[in-house]
C-alpha cells in the first residue's frame, strides 16, 4: 500500500501569489515555501550548513536558491545541493483548490540513515569537520549508531592508506575506551569521540592523497610461518593473500599471535609496529569481525612497509643481542644504570637480566619514565641543531606506549619478551642524549592519579589542537599509564609514570619549527652541492 503521506495545509494560492514566498510552521517544521513562476517549492526553512534562515536567500529563474550567509545553493528541481555540502529537505507539494498542502512525513529512518552516511562520506572526502558532527547526529536522530557511522568510515580509509594502519587507527581504540566512560554525559560529549576518530582517519586520508587497493586473491591455507616471511620479505601481496584466508577462516587469535610476532621481528617503525598491532584487534574487539578486513589489512600493510629500524647503524646490535638472549641472565640492573648509557651497553644490561623479565620490565619503564621526566625539552626549540637531534616528547612518550604494548603481547607470548625489552633498549639508549639529569622535577609529582586522569580526559574532548597527532599520543599515552597503574598500582615505576605524564601533559607543546626546518634544510642543500 502506498504511503497516503501527511499532508497539511500550508497556505493559500491568493496569498503565496501575493508575496511569493512565506515561512509557516507546521507540526515543529519550519517550512518555507517560493513560487518561481508557475512552480511552487517547499523546503526547510533552516539551511542545512548552519540553519540561517533561507527565506532571505535569492531564488534564480531556474529554480536554485543561494543561502546569503555562505553562498551555498540549492536547486530545488532536482534536490541537488550545487554549491556546499549537505542536502536540503524538500517538502511535496499539492494544489487543492486554492489551498497549498505539504507532505510533511518524515522518511523513513533506514532512508535517512543512508543519506547521513552518504554525507559522511562526502564530509570524510573534503575532511570537513562540522559537517561529519551534522551527518553523524543526523545519522544517530534516524536511529543508527554511531559506531555503526565509524565502521563505515574505516571502509572509507581503508584503500587510502598507502603505508595502511596510522596512530588514527591505534588511537581509536582508546577514543572507544574513553567513550565508554561517558555514558552519563551529553549526547554531544559521546559523539566526540567518534568525530575525533573519524576526523583523524579522513586526514590521513588527504595526507596520503590516493588510492592504494589490496591486492587482489586468497592463499589455501593459513600458515603463520610464511605470513612472517612474507612480511619479512616486504611482501605485502602474499602478506595479504595469506591474511585474508586467516580471515576468512576466522582464525583470529592464530591471525593475531603471527602479527604480533611479526610486529617484533625487528625494533621497526620506531616502535609504531607493536602498538598498532595491539590496538588493532582491541579495535577490532570493540567494532566486531565486520570490520577485520578494514582494520587487518591495513595493519599487515603496515607491518610489510614498517621501517626495519634496527638495520641502521645506531640499533644495530639489536640482532647480535637478541641472538645472545638465553633467558637465563639474573643480573638485574637498576633504573639508574639506563642514565647515561648507550644503546649497545643498554642491550648488555637486558641480557644480563634475562631471565627475570618481570623484574626487568619494572625496571626498564621506570627507567624510560625517568628518562621521560628529565627530557630536555630545549631539544624542541633549538634550530641549529643536525635533524637527528630534532627529539620531542613523542620520542619519549613512544618508550612508554611501546613497553606497555610489549607487557600485553609478552603475556600472551612469553617468548617475545626478548624482542620487545631489548628494543626498550633502543630508545633508552637513544634518548639517554636528550636528557638533563640536573632540572628540577619535583613539581611534577601526582598525589591523586585520578584527578589527573579526569583532568586529561576532559581536555581532551576539547583539545583545541588543529591537527590530531599531538592529542592522540596524549591520550594513548594516558590510557596506557591508566592500564599499568591499575594493573599495578604499588608497582615501582608507578610515581614517575605518574610525574613523565603529568609534565608531558602540562609542558608548552610546539608542533611546527619552521627556522630549524630553514636552518636543515640549508645545510643539507649546501653538504650535497
Ligand atoms: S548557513 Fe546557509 S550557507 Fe551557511
Redesign the pocket.
Known amino acids: 500500500m502506498t504511503n497516503p503521506g501527511n499532508w497539511v495545509v500550508a497556505t493559500s494560492l491568493e496569498e503565496l501569489s501575493a508575496k511569493h514566498k512565506t515561512v509557516v510552521k507546521r507540526q515543529g517544521k519550519q517550512i518555507l515555501l517560493w513560487q518561481v513562476g508557475d512552480e511552487i517549492f517547499a523546503c526547510a526553512n533552516r539551511?542545512p550548513?548552519?540553519?540561517?534562515p533561507l527565506s532571505e536567500g535569492k531564488m534564480s529563474q531556474d529554480c536554485v536558491l543561494t543561502?546569503n550567509?555562505?553562498?551555498?545553493k540549492f536547486d530545488l528541481k532536482s534536490g541537488e545541493t550545487l554549491m556546499?555540502g549537505d542536502t536540503l529537505r524538500l517538502f511535496p507539494v499539492r494544489i487543492e483548490g486554492d489551498r497549498i498542502e505539504v507532505d510533511i512525513t518524515d522518511p523513513p529512518s533506514d532512508a535517512v540513515q543512508a543519506k547521513a552516511l552518504n554525507g559522511l562520506a562526502e564530509a570524510f572526502d573534503d575532511h570537513d569537520y562540522t559537517r561529519i558532527a551534522r551527518e553523524l547526529f543526523r545519522y544517530e536522530r534516524a536511529d543508527g549508531d554511531p559506531l555503526d557511522a565509524l565502521k563505515a568510515a574505516f571502509g572509507l580509509a581503508r584503500d587510502r592508506l598507502e603505508y595502511g594502519t596510522t596512530h588514527a587507527h591505534a588511537g581509536a581504540a582508546d577514543w572507544l575506551t574513553l567513550r565508554r566512560e561517558l555514558e552519563n554525559r551529553s549526547e554531544a560529549d559521546r559523539l566526540v569521540p567518534v568525530m575525533e576518530i573519524i576526523g583523524h582517519l579522513s586526514w590521513d586520508s588527504l595526507m596520503d592523497h590516493g588510492n592504494y587497493p589490496y591486492p587482489e586473491g586468497i592463499a589455501g591455507r593459513f600458515d603463520e610461518a610464511a605470513l612472517e616471511a612474507t612480511i619479512e620479505d616486504e611482501d605485502e601481496k602474499t602478506a595479504i593473500a595469506i591474511a585474508r584466508r586467516a580471515l576468512q577462516d576466522g582464525d583470529l587469535s592464530r591471525l593475531r599471535a603471527s602479527l604480533e610476532r611479526a610486529s617484533l621481528q625487528h625494533y621497526q617503525d620506531f616502535g609504531h609496529s607493536p602498538i598498532f598491532c595491539d590496538k588493532s584487534f582491541e579495535l577490532l574487539e570493540s567494532l566486531g569481525g565486520s570490520s577485520a578486513d578494514n582494520l587487518i589489512l591495513p595493519l599487515v600493510r603496515s607491518l610489510c612497509m614498517g621501517t626495519r629500524e634496527d638495520l641502521i647503524p645506531e640499533f644495530r646490535d639489536y640482532a647480535g643481542a637478541l641472538s645472545s638472549w638465553d633467558g637465563n641472565g639474573a643480573d638485574v640492573p637498576k633504573p639508574e644504570d639506563f642514565r647515561n648509557t648507550g644503546v649497545k651497553a643498554c642491550f648488555e644490561k637486558i641480557v644480563n637480566a634475562g631471565g627475570r623479565t618481570d623484574a626487568l620490565y619494572d625496571v626498564l619503564m621506570q627507567a624510560a619514565c625517568e628518562q621521560m621526566l628529565h627530557y630536555d625539552a630545549g631539544f624542541r626549540t633549538r634550530i641549529d641543531r643536525p635533524v637527528q637531534d630534532n627529539i620531542d616528547w613523542l620520542d619519549f612518550t613512544h618508550a612508554i606506549t611501546h613497553l606497555n604494548a610489549v607487557r600485553k603481547i609478552a603475556e600472551r607470548q612469553p617468548d617475545l619478551w626478548a624482542n620487545g625489552l631489548l628494543q626498550t633498549g633502543c630508545y633508552l639508549g637513544r634518548n639517554a642524549n636528550y636528557v638533563d639529569w640536573d632540572q628540577p622535577v619535583g613539581q611534577w609529582g601526582v598525589d591523586n592519579a585520578d584527578a589527573l586522569f579526569d583532568a586529561i580526559f576532559e581536555r581532551l574532548l576539547d583539545h583545541g589542537e588543529p591537527v590530531y597527532i599531538f592529542p592522540v599520543h596524549m591520550l594513548k599515552l594516558s590510557i596506557a599509564v591508566r592500564e599499568e597503574i591499575r594493573l599495578r598500582p604499588d608497582a615501582p615505576f608507578v610515581p614517575a609514570l605518574l610525574a613523565a605524564l603529568n609534565r608531558f601533559v602540562n609542558e608548552p607543546v610546539k608542533r611546527k619549527h619552521a627556522r630549524r626546518v630553514a636552518n636543515q634544510a640549508q645545510k643539507f642543500v649546501e653538504a650535497q652541492a
Open positions: 539551511c550548513h548552519e540553519g540561517y543561502c550567509w555562505h553562498n551555498w556546499g
